[in-house]
């Protein structure tokens, strides 16, 4: 069995005793930390959500002023920054 089955089986079919991994299914706080090889045998659009949720979080843990934060988060100003510059 090789990691991408091991996953599909996890996370897209029910619980399951033959995959024990699946029980996560049942825990409100599960984190499954996976490479993109582990999700070639995913459905297209699982993939797309949690990357989508992964897009997501980011955009709300960034923080412009931070200089540790991503690249991203720079170049968004924050409301102060636009009424100052007078584009608001």
């Known amino acids: 069995m090789n990691k991408a089955y091991a996953l599909r089986c996890a ?3 029910g619980v399951n005793h033959m995959y024990t991994v699946s029980a996560f299914q049942q825990h409100p706080k599960t984190i499954f930390v996976v490479d993109d090889d582990a999700t070639l045998e995913l ?5 797309r959500y949690f990357k989508g949720l992964m897009d997501v979080h980011n955009k709300l843990i960034e923080d412009p002023q931070d200089p540790f934060s991503p690249p991203s988060a720079k170049k968004f100003k924050s409301v102060s920054e636009e009424l100052s510059d007078g584009k608001l």
């Open 11 to 13: 996370t897209e079919e």
């Open 43 to 47: 459905k297209v659009r699982t993939v």
